[in-house]
């Protein structure tokens, strides 16, 4: 009983930890994929190539690993924090009694910044979605703004942990670029320390192995993870979602966009207020009883209340 309510269960394919603070999606073996890579790498430059830039150049060596500590350690929050937090899941909606004799329009036309836009109804979650949601199939929720489900960080990246997300990619490129200047530099010193180009060369692959695993592996990661960065920063100066790009939903005009400025502002330090686990997670009859955000209209008992 104990274990129940700290993970209880929901009614989609999400997994909830510590008594409803912490969903998650399905897919764990890439999260800890990614987690394991990211602690063992940050390892290999903690305990093998910091010591010898501090050996050898002592300040140089303290002003790296000042910056990389604290880098390193934002970049880990934020994976944690985009790995668990709520994406922004709109809570399920009692089911309907279906009417078999009438029908309902299945879309809402509203108008915003003088474009129309589409509210969806969701067979799933029995609810129109907000403009920008959507329902993701992995996670089989519908997500506030949702953007992509991420398998790297083993959850849905939507309008509550967008931020954090860009705040995990930015600093993991920024971490990238340390541990390829660490690498260079113990790379270049024990060269030069060798005497001759042969001997340094010999003296590299003897010395340096685990540095040049780590420029190998870090290589394909750092074009990965640069090229997303700047993905999201068209998004941003667009207020746009990847969802919404690859679908071209706004290809005359963006209702959403606030120009640069405002885009960056709303997506950086725009309301993160918080979720909506405990009602995710709440039996039907509390449901009911303690219906979710009013803005969720319309609530109908039959589907006739809709027919057109």
Not at 255 to 284: A, E, H, L, Q, W
Request: glycine share 4%.
């Amino acid at each position: 009983q104990s274990m129940a309510s700290f993970a209880p269960r929901t009614p989609s394919r999400s997994r909830v930890y510590v008594w409803g603070y912490c969903i998650t999606g399905p897919d764990r073996a890439f999260y800890a994929f990614t987690l394991s890579l990211f602690v063992v790498l940050s390892l290999i430059v903690y305990i093998y190539v910091t010591p010898f830039i501090i050996r050898r150049l002592p300040v140089l060596g303290i002003i790296f690993i000042i910056i990389f500590f604290f880098s390193d350690t934002f970049c880990l929050i934020n994976l944690l924090v985009t790995a668990y937090k709520d994406p922004g899941i709109i809570p399920r909606q009692p089911s309907i009694e279906e009417d078999p004799f009438r029908h309902f329009k299945r879309t809402i036309d509203v108008k915003i910044n003088g474009v129309t836009v589409q509210r969806k109804y969701c067979e799933t979650c029995n609810l129109f979605r907000p403009p920008r949601a959507s329902h993701c199939s992995v996670c089989d929720n519908c997500v506030e703004e949702f953007d992509h489900h991420c398998p790297w960080v083993g959850n849905c990246v939507g309008r509550r942990n967008y931020r954090f997300f860009l705040s995990f990619i930015f600093s993991l490129l920024f971490n990238c670029f340390l541990a390829y200047f660490a690498c260079t530099v113990h790379i270049v010193t024990i060269w030069i320390a060798g005497g001759s180009f042969i001997r340094g060369l010999l003296w590299v692959l003897l010395f340096c192995n685990l540095s040049i695993i780590l420029v190998i592996l870090l290589l394909p990661i750092t074009c990965l993870v640069g090229m997303l960065v700047v993905f999201h920063i068209l998004l941003i100066c667009k207020n746009s979602t990847t969802y919404e790009h690859i679908r071209r939903q706004y290809r005359r005009k963006n209702p959403f966009d606030m120009g640069v400025v405002g885009n960056c502002i709303y997506r950086f330090c725009g309301d993160c207020y918080s979720g909506n686990t405990k009602y995710f997670i709440s039996t039907r009859e509390e449901r009911e009883v303690y219906p979710p955000v009013s803005f969720w209209p319309p609530k109908v008992n039959v589907y006739s209340d809709l027919a057109q």
